[in-house]
């Protein structure tokens, strides 16, 4: 392969250096995508598949409300696995009632569309669910799911065929200089390829091209846990169903008024929060049912090495939480996977931009599949003072 040269090189194929390279495409740019599998591998499909704003704090709400008409848009298309179908907050007790009370207020008042569900609504829609466990729910009708491992590599394959994009796999990029005003990436395979602009959107490569900035930030290595049943053949699960545990950890319910003296009385050495627990459920489209999730910490300034063996005892608490939740015809679990993504301490997301034209954004956490598109779109269209 000979040198290539480029407007902008995206370096990292997962949904956020895709959502970034989308963007500079539909601006009319010539755009490479580098990365260093055949697909993404990690995070970008390794996650839950499921786009909800509403579990995100104002100004992420607003980012992944663009991403949900993004992939509605997208979806009219290409099939990206794009389901509206909802999703659910199922509150177990009184004071998961009042969280979601409080949200729906406030969902209402910033105009996000959100329905409060008696016990008997929740049974009705969800009909797994035990009544035991069902107080109330808070219900999004425009949030949507995926199946990310699908979604992804078709996005790539419709940014390839319908917008030019020049996707560039197994390739990894060792060096990245810039030289008589152009970027110059020089890659393991001996080709160089020149761009105006560079975006390295994954951690992996972050740490290898700078080392030194990378153990000086404060991003985290999140390990998640997470598996799925075998295909079960009478029940049926629409969208996300969310349940108490996540009322309690997702950002959007600390803007309600009682979440501070809620979290206050929970004991910090529960299980479940000692691991990051909180049980969600999700169908794919062959039946089978995906369980989870936790999540472990590990800061990369400690030079401390994540955690990559995969726990029994957590797969069954797990296991034994959401069997308290919902019904299912068979629990035999089919698969069990982990996942990686970085997530910054102090910020939404890792930026850092070196030379005014090489632009390091990562660290984008547990919002990457929800916030990716809508976030992009913003930062493109500042950076490159352009109309996306």
């Not at 949030?143 to 917008?163: F, N, S, T």
């Not at 969600?280 to 369980?291: H, P, R, S």
């Amino acid at each position: 392969m000979k040198n290539m040269d480029f407007d902008i090189v995206v370096v990292g194929g997962g949904i956020l250096g895709l959502s970034h390279a989308y963007h500079c495409l539909k601006s009319g740019y010539k755009v490479a995508l580098i990365e260093k599998n055949d697909l993404p591998r990690d995070a970008s499909v390794r996650n839950f598949g499921q786009v909800v704003p509403s579990g995100f704090n104002s100004q992420w709400q607003q980012y992944g409300l663009e991403s949900l008409r993004l992939y509605k848009e997208i979806q009219q298309q290409v099939d990206i696995t794009v389901r509206q179908e909802g999703t659910v907050y199922i509150a177990s007790n009184d004071e998961e009632v009042q969280l979601i009370e409080e949200l729906a207020a406030i969902n209402h008042r910033n105009g996000y569309a959100s329905l409060l569900l008696s016990q008997r609504n929740c049974l009705d829609r969800y009909p797994g669910i035990k009544p035991a466990y069902a107080r109330a729910g808070l219900f999004f009708p425009e949030e949507i799911v995926v199946d990310p491992r699908l979604a992804v590599a078709r996005l790539i394959g419709y940014c390839c065929e319908q917008l030019s994009l020049q996707y560039i796999p197994h390739t990894t990029i060792k060096e990245i200089v810039r030289s008589n005003g152009r970027i110059h990436l020089d890659s393991t395979s001996g080709v160089t390829f020149t761009a105006d602009k560079v975006f390295v959107c994954s951690g992996n490569e972050f740490q290898l091209l700078y080392p030194h900035l990378f153990r000086q930030s404060d991003l985290k290595i999140v390990k998640l846990q997470m598996m799925d049943t075998v295909p079960q053949p009478s029940v049926r699960i629409a969208g996300s169903v969310l349940t108490g545990w996540t009322i309690r950890r997702y950002e959007s319910f600390q803007e309600c008024a009682s979440y501070a003296g809620i979290k206050a009385r929970e004991d910090q050495q529960a299980y479940h929060l000692q691991h990051g627990v909180h049980i969600l459920f999700k169908q794919l489209l062959d039946g089978a049912v995906v369980i989870g999730d936790s999540h472990h910490y590990t800061p990369v300034s400690q030079h401390a090495v994540a955690d990559f063996d995969t726990s029994a005892a957590l797969n069954a608490f797990m296991i034994a939480e959401a069997q308290k939740i919902y019904q299912l015809d068979d629990w035999q679990i089919r698969n069990t996977w982990l996942g990686f993504y970085c997530q910054c301490a102090s910020r939404e997301v890792y930026n850092e931009t070196i030379d005014e034209h090489i632009h390091i954004v990562t660290g984008i956490g547990g919002k990457g599949m929800t916030g990716s598109l809508g976030y992009a779109k913003e930062h493109i269209t500042k950076l490159l003072s352009v109309s996306v």
